[in-house]
């Protein structure tokens, strides 16, 4: 027997309950020695047969869910999932950027502890806190209850007795309101203390996941952070009082007191603010003097038809929409690889990419995002009355939507299909103006940036929907004397954002605060509508029939 097991129970076999001396890696079970032979036997699989001690020295590759009898060794970023090399040869991932699944295994490592760390220090700390001031609550409004009651019947022990049915009827009056009080306390003490649990058992979890070399536990966790991080809405309570009158008999009822009405309602916390890993000190990278042309890549639209948008689906391929409702993928050699049809009534205004490597869009005249997914289109948010614009992916994953009617417009954040945030109002005043197409980026500070085209501005707030500043143009250093022309807009490693001037046929460049620094003006823009940048700062500009691709910094 190991001496490492002494003073534990005997480890047993799976198969027969024997003393284990081996472990299959393939089957993930435990052998001992009498039963090695008989799980060998099986050919139909290539069973990895260990020492039990050495069992955690072997790496686990994750089984091929189409395969049963294959281990997957490589991962597809663009279908995001696991391949086995009969995956490969069945030629449906041809052309497709595979890695070794240990090296994207150790990015979700990465994205596991990055994960377990925001838990650990920052929501399950701030959750606690907030436990902690609901039972201090509690606490308070017991005794703010008591003197109520005790100024109801001081008063009516000052009256006559005939006044006495009044008194208990006020009485019930506030044991009621403290009733649901206290329902309400008690509703969100239970929802807090349950949360709480959640993230317990979520952060055990993670943390049991990154022990174990079992690749299957780390792809099957699915991160519940963005869900944490939304806090719960804090109650606003305003609290009943009981102000007595000296009155006459006559009036009783009318003049014994009045009770106000007990009013609950919910107060936004927000969220925890956390800034991107790395984006506090991004490596410097200083503007060109002179931007270059790298690439002008034509996508072939029809006469009289032009391109919207475009969007960064990796460093080497481009998704590309516009007035032909065709959904564009290419490579930066100008190859087409992929097309889709958006549909008959379907108008794609503008495009993102999800953090799974989804296609998403907006339909304004449907008044829908959707997302193609496994070369089918989903309808994935639906706003009714609501005319949908821009589009954006947060650093956090979540979508930002802009959209308008009539006489209002407003930013929606969603997680996933959820709106999680209306951004419409600083301090009451309106922070955007209805009218025309608004396109969207997050800057990496989370600040949101917004065009208004038709306002001849671009609109920046915070994280939470204060607003920053305007941006109306750098009018002095227009190329041509005409009125600033903001459509698509973008942010890149350095905070700078880039938005690009149709009419003036140049991309204006400020820093996160505002500031302007400097034009692209140089590289034959000739109609730049949607803009993006890579993760290598390269800038891609819908600009007429064709995307250009320009090295400004």
Same mark, same amino acid.
């Given at each position: 027997?190991?001496t490492?097991?002494?003073?534990?129970?005997?480890?047993?076999?799976?198969l027969?309950?024997?003393?284990?001396?081996s472990?299959?890696?393939?089957?993930?079970?435990?052998?001992?020695?009498?039963c090695?032979?008989?799980?060998? /036997?099986?050919?139909?699989?290539?069973?990895?047969?260990?020492?039990?001690?050495?069992?955690?020295?072997?790496?686990?590759?994750?089984?091929?869910?189409?395969?049963?009898?294959?281990c997957?060794?490589?991962?597809?970023?663009?279908?995001?999932?696991?391949?086995?090399?009969?995956?490969?040869s069945?030629?449906?991932h041809?052309?497709?950027?595979?890695?070794?699944?240990?090296?994207?295994?150790?990015?979700?490592?990465?994205?596991?502890?990055?994960?377990?760390?925001e838990l650990?220090?920052?929501?399950?700390?701030?959750?606690t806190?907030?436990?902690?001031?609901?039972?201090?609550?509690?606490?308070d409004f017991?005794?703010?209850?008591?003197?109520?009651?005790?100024?109801v019947i001081t008063q009516?022990?000052?009256w006559?007795?005939?006044?006495e049915?009044?008194?208990?009827?006020e009485?019930?009056?506030?044991?009621?309101?403290?009733?649901?009080?206290?329902?309400a306390?008690?509703?969100?003490?239970?929802?807090?203390?349950?949360?709480?649990?959640?993230?317990?058992?979520?952060?055990?979890e993670l943390?049991?996941?990154?022990?174990?070399?079992?690749?299957?536990?780390?792809?099957?966790?699915?991160?519940?952070?963005?869900?944490f991080?939304?806090?719960?809405p804090?109650?606003?309570?305003s609290?009943?009082?009981?102000?007595?009158?000296?009155t006459?008999?006559?009036q009783l009822?009318?003049?014994?007191g009045?009770?106000?009405?007990?009013?609950?309602?919910e107060?936004? =916390?927000?969220?925890?603010?956390?800034?991107p890993?790395?984006?506090?000190?991004?490596?410097v990278?200083?503007?060109?003097?002179?931007?270059?042309?790298?690439? /002008?890549?034509?996508?072939?639209?029809?006469?009289?038809?032009?391109?919207?948008?475009?969007?960064?689906?990796?460093?080497?391929?481009?998704?590309t929409?516009?007035?032909?409702?065709?959904?564009?993928?290419?490579?930066?050699?100008?190859?087409?690889?992929?097309?889709?049809?958006?549909?008959?009534?379907?108008?794609?205004?503008?495009?993102?990419i999800t953090?799974?490597?989804?296609?998403?869009?907006?339909?304004?005249?449907?008044?829908?995002?959707?997302?193609?997914?496994?070369? =089918?289109l989903?309808?994935?948010?639906?706003?009714?009355?609501w005319?949908?614009?821009?589009?954006?992916?947060?650093?956090?994953?979540?979508?930002?939507?802009?959209?308008?009617?009539?006489?209002e417009?407003?930013?929606?954040?969603?997680?996933?299909?959820?709106?999680?945030?209306?951004?419409?109002?600083?301090?009451?005043n309106a922070l955007?103006?209805?009218?025309?197409?608004?396109?969207?980026?997050e800057n =990496?500070?989370?600040?949101?940036?917004?065009t208004?085209?038709?306002?001849?501005?671009?609109?920046?707030v915070?994280?939470?929907?204060?607003?920053?500043?305007?941006?109306?143009?750098?009018r002095?250093?227009?190329?041509?004397?005409?009125?600033?022309?903001?459509?698509?807009?973008?942010?890149?490693?350095?905070?700078?954002?880039?938005?690009?001037?149709?009419?003036?046929?140049?991309i204006?460049?400020l820093?996160?605060?505002?500031?302007?620094?400097?034009?692209?003006?140089?590289?034959?823009?000739?109609r730049?509508?949607?803009?993006?940048?890579?993760?290598?700062d390269?800038?891609?500009?819908?600009?007429?029939?064709?995307?250009?691709?320009?090295?400004?910094?």
């Amino acid at each position: 027997m190991d001496t490492s097991y002494c003073a534990q129970d005997i480890l047993r076999c799976d198969l027969c309950d024997s003393e284990l001396q081996s472990h299959c890696e393939l089957c993930h079970i435990n052998l001992c020695r009498a039963c090695v032979g008989d799980h060998l /036997s099986d050919s139909s699989k290539k069973h990895r047969v260990v020492p039990y001690s050495e069992r955690r020295s072997t790496l686990n590759y994750p089984k091929c869910p189409h395969h049963d009898d294959k281990c997957c060794e490589l991962y597809c970023e663009i279908c995001d999932s696991t391949v086995c090399s009969t995956c490969i040869s069945s030629g449906k991932h041809k052309g497709h950027n595979l890695v070794d699944v240990r090296q994207k295994l150790s990015s979700k490592k990465e994205d596991l502890e990055k994960d377990l760390k925001e838990l650990e220090e920052n929501i399950y700390p701030k959750y606690t806190e907030i436990a902690t001031d609901i039972h201090k609550d509690e606490a308070d409004f017991e005794e703010y209850y008591g003197k109520q009651i005790t100024a109801v019947i001081t008063q009516g022990e000052e009256w006559h007795k005939e006044v006495e049915n009044i008194v208990n009827k006020e009485k019930s009056s506030i044991e009621e309101m403290k009733t649901k009080h206290l329902t309400a306390i008690n509703k969100e003490k239970d929802s807090i203390t349950q949360t709480v649990s959640h993230l317990q058992k979520n952060i055990l979890e993670l943390k049991n996941i990154l022990k174990s070399n079992d690749f299957s536990l780390a792809f099957e966790y699915k991160s519940r952070n963005a869900e944490f991080r939304r806090l719960p809405p804090k109650l606003k309570i305003s609290l009943p009082s009981f102000c007595p009158r000296m009155t006459s008999t006559e009036q009783l009822r009318q003049q014994f007191g009045s009770l106000s009405a007990l009013f609950i309602s919910e107060e936004d =916390r927000g969220w925890i603010m956390r800034k991107p890993e790395g984006s506090l000190s991004p490596p410097v990278k200083p503007l060109l003097s002179q931007p270059q042309l790298l690439a /002008s890549i034509d996508t072939g639209y029809p006469l009289q038809k032009n391109q919207y948008s475009v969007t960064c689906l990796s460093d080497e391929l481009i998704w590309t929409s516009g007035e032909d409702r065709i959904l564009k993928l290419y490579n930066l050699q100008g190859s087409l690889l992929k097309l889709f049809q958006t549909g008959q009534g379907s108008d794609p205004e503008d495009i993102t990419i999800t953090r799974n490597g989804d296609l998403v869009f907006t339909d304004p005249n449907q008044t829908t995002v959707n997302i193609v997914k496994n070369d =089918r289109l989903w309808e994935m948010i639906r706003v009714d009355q609501w005319k949908i614009w821009g589009i954006c992916k947060t650093y956090l994953g979540e979508l930002l939507v802009t959209m308008d009617r009539a006489n209002e417009s407003k930013v929606v954040r969603f997680s996933g299909s959820t709106k999680i945030q209306s951004i419409q109002f600083d301090e009451g005043n309106a922070l955007y103006l209805p009218g025309t197409a608004k396109y969207i980026s997050e800057n =990496r500070n989370f600040d949101i940036c917004v065009t208004e085209n038709i306002h001849s501005r671009v609109v920046v707030v915070n994280q939470a929907g204060k607003l920053r500043f305007r941006y109306t143009g750098h009018r002095s250093v227009f190329p041509m004397n005409r009125t600033f022309d903001p459509i698509g807009i973008t942010t890149d490693s350095q905070s700078h954002i880039l938005v690009a001037d149709c009419k003036n046929c140049c991309i204006h460049i400020l820093n996160q605060d505002g500031k302007f620094l400097r034009f692209i003006n140089n590289c034959y823009l000739t109609r730049p509508w949607g803009i993006c940048v890579n993760t290598s700062d390269k800038l891609f500009v819908a600009d007429g029939k064709t995307i250009k691709k320009i090295l400004y910094i």
